[in-house]
């Protein structure tokens, strides 16, 4: 089977972008250089095309307690146009996927919509089928990955060109998305495209991320006058800040992980009722062995995903999860899982690198601040 490929991908290519399979998707990994890209984002804007992401609806009389017991966050807290940060997890309180749910604004078809990490979809929509059907709840599921685009509009220029791409026959529709609060979403269109439009992202900076219909993915695209940036951009920008990437900084099967592991314990609500909240209390009651830090190496060297990490005295205490020369920083940066008792800032660690020790020391995340 091929790789999937985004709407846009041969305007991509005839953009000179470099390609790269992830989540069986192939998707631009690079236009001109990471450098370039990262920078833009950083000091300008950059659009990166995220349409490999997965979106599936949730709909119907029981929606929302399907929702509730299959994420670890309260969707019930969630008013029309808001949206959350949220786990899935198993009976163990392992995190499978980590997503956004929206509670859809009212002008759109649904109740909920959340967002998969790229090739999770059809795994997410069996899930959610089972469970429904176990618990006899009545709700509708559809897989909506095929039906939309996704762009993600990053940068401190980033509300600029939102407003002036969006259509003006609509005097609202400005307004609308300048009045958007952090975590929520609206509708409004482009170029005729209804499309919805919620302030997040996974770069840190302040942007917007826009779900546009597939059919109409290039016209929306094309609006937005900002420096397209590619995966390699994107994992140095979330690198900077701390933020895992699914399968790579945590995986259900290589490396299991829990949310009070990777310190996100603010996804966890343990007085709703969800998958894993039984073995999520008992670890929040002994805490964790384990907890997710970030380091920067003080000697010459880069630290990369699968390396190991040591003690001053050579004894392995966990590997690298992610790691990359700072575009921001100038500075070797790394993530990873060592024991509490190395977890504290300033304390100083080692890294292999090429098997050759290199000394680090741990920093509070996020690395920008």
Known sequence: ??????????????????????????????????????????????????????????????????????????????????????????????????????????????????????????????????????????????????????FALQGPEAEDLLIEAVDDHTPDEPT???????????????????????RTGYTGEDGFEILAPWDDA??????????????????????EMGFLLSGQDFNAEENPRTPYETGLSFTVKLDTDFIGRDALEAQQAEGVAEKFVGFQLVERGVPRHGYDITNTDEEHIGTVTSGTMSPTLGEPIGLGYVPVSYAEPETTIHVLVRGKPKKAVIKSLPFNQ
């Open 1 to 150: 089977m091929g790789l999937l490929q985004p709407p846009l991908h041969g305007v991509h290519d005839a953009r000179g972008a470099k390609f790269t399979e992830f989540g069986g998707w192939d998707m631009p990994v690079e236009f001109d250089s990471i450098r370039t890209e990262h920078d833009s984002v950083r000091e300008t804007a950059g659009i990166f095309d995220v349409s490999h992401m997965g979106e599936i609806t949730v709909s119907g009389p029981d929606a929302e307690a399907l929702m509730q017991r299959l994420t670890s966050n309260d969707v019930t807290a969630l008013s029309p146009g808001d949206a959350q940060y949220s786990m899935i997890t198993n009976d163990d309180g392992v995190i499978l996927d980590d997503t956004v749910v929206y509670r859809l604004p009212e002008d759109v078809d649904g109740d909920y919509l959340f967002i998969p990490n790229a090739g999770h979809d059809e795994q997410m929509e069996r899930r959610w089928k089972q469970h429904r059907d176990e618990w006899d709840l009545d709700a509708t599921i559809e897989n909506v990955t095929a039906d939309w685009a996704m």
């Open 176 to 198: 609308l998305v300048q009045n958007l609060r952090k975590f929520t979403a609206t509708t409004v269109s482009f170029d005729g495209a209804q499309c919805i439009v919620a």
């Open 218 to 239: 290039e016209a929306v695209w094309s609006l937005f006058d900002a420096q397209p940036c590619g995966l390699g951009a994107r994992d140095t920008l979330r690198m």
